[in-house]
């Protein structure tokens, strides 16, 4: 399996997003996202804070972080947008900076849907975000094709 | 109208907005309230016969279970329920729901779903084939597998590339649930990857690349349709897809790299995408390794990489060269400096990656260097790496027998530099590697011994609860070689200063231990002493065994009557309380001490009063214990236990189902009677005749019920005569055989570096000898040869099917074939155009077609499992 989860969320740890390719129960879940939070904070959040203290440029601060934490077996590849946190779980296999530029291609889409992007967007619409990645694997590059069979559908409300 | 509670609730219902909205304007730590309350609410809600009542509710509670971890097991009906109404957006909810919350393997409710979910996929609406499709690959089972395959199946052609797509994508699980799926299906799967949309192209080489993860020898025969793909494909997503899919053929088909190596260096050099770029140098040096310019290539791409500000870029590069490293050493050299800077990156993940490739450099030309280099960036790096380091290090340095470690008398200091380290929680590693070099190589010894009394002597490291092991390591050093010792005396003291009273008991054990030892030995000098001046008579047998004289005889000219009195009271006074301590070893050993002493004061005071016969005797003692001491502790094989016959008659393997009520009656007698292996020597040579009388008190009782036990258990006991002969059958701890090869190693060794420029003059000395026992000890793991699962049932289904295909194209399109040979050997020179594309095209259309045609006669397995391995699958002409 390509990807295994992919997960959002914000600067204060809360989950915004959660989506499973492969079914993991509430506790496993639970435990999964927390070892996640914490893991980040040791290595990536930490340091940015701590640079933001240090009255250093923010932009550009957390960039000096490499984007790839190994977790347990299999790797997470995140990226941060505003106040956001985009995770991905995927196998040792997969292509780190694949991923990535398909969490910037998850992002963009969701740009384009929702005009500007923000935390609650994404929260309300749940089921909307969901039409890239089926078994674990992209099944969709292109946003107008993503994004059309949504557009169909909020028309059909 | 419906009836009024409904109507109601669909009224004033709580939409998921307002949900969501309320939960972020709660007062934190109260969410948890208001969530069981919403759930309320949606208990009432859910059971509503209007549909937008209920989906209302499903949805708020699916919002609650994905991120608010709300169970919703219990709605797993109303899914079901809602699944069946007619309007798409109710489907989307419902059907959402289920994927979110069914578990494939438990939710029963899943079988009532097979109806809806086969009406949906053949439904007229796309959206809806899609929305079952995605929710089939969420929830899928055997029996869900099972039953939708036909649909699926069908669905595998259609004529809509956005529903195409998703049943590609969904046939992954219905294989891995249902193997026999891929007899049906697998054909138009492969039809796929001939096609134009990029969708399409991308969920099939994706599905192939999950597949060829498992078993990739079965794929083998699709290679011709992924080269295609490979040169011809412009979508960076794909290829990457497809260049792994080839990083697991390559292997298997030497024909195949040659083949693949030049488009793949075309790629590498061509694309400006970063992600292309790396999976090409995974690629080539993962799988292409031996072609030397398609590395070089590679190599360079990394340095680029490294080259980079962005950080993940860096990593990446790191990560590259440490796969080169196993089979192309001289692309990390050349990277060296890049390595080093690497290491004092802001980024622990950058950090850890260099330091492992750091450590891959290390050879003994260079560890000393390295090793500086590494503590001075432990020194200044947080807690947590700086251990990191430290570990790594002592891995390294430890590896395969100290294999890189030339000179010891340097890594003996290093060790105690690093446990001084203030962060460092290595102390076992570091605690286990002082004993082991001890054991191990004699020459470390002298200096074992000074950096062991550094460390004892030093008051302030008792504080440390981190280090007691590494005191514990350098105590039983101290004791062990105490004859390489300038000064018993100082020793004795330091080990029993009063500050060990902060030790753990276990480790003070080892120090009380020691000082018996050193006590031992020095009792041995003075008596060797009074008898040299006494009667002047040399006593060969109380003379050092591995005696370094020197020492011997520098301690012996400041060694009096006097002084050695003072020793003893020293150490009496000392254990004195530890007598009755409540901790059993330090107990034990402290009473074995002053059982010693009470001999000593026999020897010393007696000899000159009334008692001359009890001095006589009790210095006979003495010298047993000595001897019992002097001899050498050598390293013991891991394998060691397995050599001991099993005695006759002892079934290891019976039922132990009884052991719990044997134990539970005589479990008082367990604890005290046991003792640590080095006690053992001293035990059978008599200390059980000198201890004090309350200890053999305990020691017969002990026996007693032990004898007891036997008496009514013999069963789980070895015979007694058994034990002597096994006890012999230990080998031997120093095999001379190895030595003699591994000074041969050495020589070797020499020779060779005579030939290369002499940077450290210590180099021209010997290396120390190192012990290793014959039978690779250590070996165990590699020498456990991995399980390769025989070809799991996806895989064997495929290689059915498309060896089935190879098999009818050779025999029924032979002639086509050879027709078509000529023509196709004139395309190959003018390259892979396009005529080449629409003839092959053309001809596996043709394979498929006559598959199909074939399949229901081929149903039954003809082709049996077994005879699968041995087949080398063929591969198209392309390759010849």
């Not at chain 1, 992209?138 to 059309?148: D, F, G, Q, W």
């Amino acid at each position: 399996m390509g990807i295994r989860f992919v997960v959002m969320v914000n600067k204060q740890g809360q989950t915004h997003l959660a989506q499973y390719y492969e079914y993991l129960n509430l506790d496993e879940r639970r435990a999964l996202e927390a070892e996640i939070v914490r893991k980040f904070t040791d290595c990536g959040l930490a340091p940015w804070i701590w640079l933001m203290v240090g009255g250093l440029a923010v932009n550009n601060a957390f960039f000096w972080m490499c984007s790839f934490v190994e977790h347990r077996n299999n790797k997470v590849v995140y990226r941060r947008y505003a106040s956001l946190f985009f995770l991905v779980g995927v196998d040792n296999e997969e292509n780190e900076l694949g991923i990535l530029e398909f969490i910037h291609l998850l992002v963009e889409t969701m740009d384009r849907h929702f005009g500007n992007v923000c935390e609650l967007d994404i929260m309300f619409h749940l089921e909307k975000a969901q039409e890239m990645v089926m078994s674990g694997c992209v099944v969709e590059t292109s946003k107008a094709n993503i994004l059309s069979p949504i557009q169909l559908m909020e028309k059909a409300l | 109208m419906a009836v009024v509670p409904s109507l109601m609730d669909s009224l004033f219902q709580r939409s998921i907005d307002d949900v969501i909205k309320g939960l972020r304007l709660c007062p934190p730590g109260t969410e948890s309230i208001f969530i069981s309350k919403s759930l309320d609410e949606i208990r009432r809600e859910i059971k509503s016969t209007d549909p937008q009542t209920k989906a209302t509710a499903l949805h708020k509670l699916t919002y609650l279970h994905s991120l608010h971890s709300a169970d919703m097991s219990w709605a797993a009906f109303h899914s079901v329920e809602l699944s069946s109404s007619s309007a798409h957006s109710y489907k989307r909810v419902a059907f959402l729901s289920a994927s979110l919350s069914f578990n494939p393997s438990t939710t029963q409710v899943i079988l009532l779903l097979t109806h809806q979910l086969r009406k949906d996929l053949s439904s007229a609406n796309p959206h809806d084939v899609g929305l079952a499709l995605s929710t089939l690959s969420a929830i899928c089972n055997p029996d869900l597998a099972r039953d939708l395959t036909p649909d699926v199946f069908a669905l595998l052609a259609s004529g809509k590339p956005f529903v195409r797509k998703k049943a590609i994508a969904a046939v992954l699980r219905v294989f891995e649930q249902c193997p026999d799926a891929v007899r049906v299906c697998f054909k138009r799967v492969v039809e796929n990857l001939e096609s134009d949309d990029i969708g399409t192209l991308s969920a099939v080489v994706g599905l192939f690349c999950e597949l060829t993860e498992k078993e990739p020898r079965s794929y083998l025969p699709l290679a011709p349709e992924f080269y295609k793909i490979l040169v011809d494909c412009r979508n960076n997503w794909v290829l990457i897809k497809v260049i792994k899919i080839f990083a697991k053929l390559a292997p298997l088909e030497p024909r195949l790299g040659k083949r693949v190596v030049e488009p793949i260096c075309d790629h590498m050099a061509r694309t400006g995408a970063k992600s292309l770029a790396f999976e090409c140098v995974r690629m080539i040096v993962t799988s292409l390794s031996e072609y030397d310019s398609a590395v070089k290539l590679a190599v360079a791409k990394l340095r680029e990489f490294l080259l980079e500000d962005d950080p993940n870029l860096k990593y990446l590069g790191l990560q590259g060269l440490t796969i080169v490293s196993k089979t192309n050493m001289w692309a990390v050299l050349e990277n060296k400096e890049l390595v080093v800077k690497a290491l004092s990156d802001v980024d622990v993940n950058i950090k850890v990656e260099a330091l492992r490739l750091v450590m891959c450099m290390v050879s003994e030309d260079n560890v000393m260097e390295i090793s500086r280099i590494l503590i001075s960036q432990a020194l200044k790096s947080d807690p947590e790496f700086c251990n990191e380091i430290l570990g790594h290090i002592l891995l390294t340095c430890s590896r395969n027998f100290y294999e890189v470690v030339f000179d010891f008398d340097w890594y003996v200091s290093f060790l105690g530099e690093v446990a001084r380290i203030p962060h460092c929680q290595k102390g076992k590693e570091i605690e286990n590697q002082l004993v082991d070099i001890g054991m191990r190589v004699k020459d470390a010894r002298v200096q074992l011994v000074h950096i062991a009394r550094e460390l004892v002597i030093d008051p302030a490291l008792l504080g440390n609860p981190f280090i007691h092991g590494v005191l514990g390591a350098a105590a039983w050093v101290s004791g062990e070689y105490i004859e390489l010792s300038r000064n018993p005396f100082e020793i004795t003291e330091a080990l029993l200063q009063p500050r060990t009273s902060l030790l753990t008991p276990s480790v003070r054990a080892v120090y009380i231990q020691s000082a018996f030892k050193v006590l031992t030995f020095c009792l041995s000098l003075y008596l060797k002493l009074s008898v040299d001046t006494v009667a002047s008579q040399p006593l060969s047998d109380t003379e050092l065994d591995n005696g370094n004289v020197v020492v011997a005889s520098s301690s012996k000219h400041r060694f009096t009557k006097e002084s050695f009195v003072n020793l003893v009271n020293l150490v009496e006074t000392n254990l004195g309380p530890l007598a009755g301590s409540n901790e059993v070893e330090v107990r034990e050993r402290a009473n074995n001490v002053l059982g010693l002493i009470k001999l000593i004061k026999l020897i010393v005071f007696g000899s000159e009063g009334d008692n001359v016969k009890g001095g006589v005797e009790a210095s006979e003692m003495v010298k047993l214990i000595f001897d019992a001491f002097s001899e050498d502790l050598g390293p013991v094989s891991v394998n060691a236990q397995e050599r001991v016959p099993i005695p006759d008659g002892l079934v290891l393997k019976e039922n132990l189902g009884d052991l719990d009520d044997i134990c539970g009656d005589t479990e008082f007698s367990l604890p005290s009677s046991f003792s640590i292996v080095k006690l053992q020597k001293m035990d059978a040579t008599g200390t059980s005749d000198c201890t004090s009388k309350e200890e053999s008190e305990t020691l017969t009782e002990s026996t007693s019920l032990l004898a007891e036990h036997r008496k009514r258990h013999g069963l789980y006991y070895l015979s007694s005569e058994n034990a002597g002969t096994v006890s012999n059958d230990y080998p031997p701890a120093i095999e001379p055989k190895d030595k003699d090869a591994d000074e041969a190693e050495d020589l070797a060794r020499l020779t060779e570096e005579s030939l290369v420029i002499k940077k450290k003059p210590n180099q021209a000395r010997i290396r120390p000898v190192v012990v290793k026992l014959d039978d690779g000890e250590g070996f165990n793991v590699s020498a456990k040869k991995r399980e390769v699962k025989g070809g799991d049932l996806i895989s064997g289904a495929v290689q059915e099917v498309l060896l089935g295909n190879e098999a009818t194209a050779t025999s029924s399109s032979s002639r086509k074939r050879e027709s078509s040979k000529k023509s196709r050997e004139r395309n190959k020179q003018q390259g892979h155009g396009k005529e080449r594309k629409s003839q092959s095209t053309g001809k596996d259309k043709e394979h498929d077609g006559q598959g199909q045609r074939e399949k229901p006669k081929r149903k039954s397995r003809q082709r049996g499992d077994g005879a699968l391995p041995a087949q080398s699958p063929v591969i198209p002409d392309f390759l010849l």
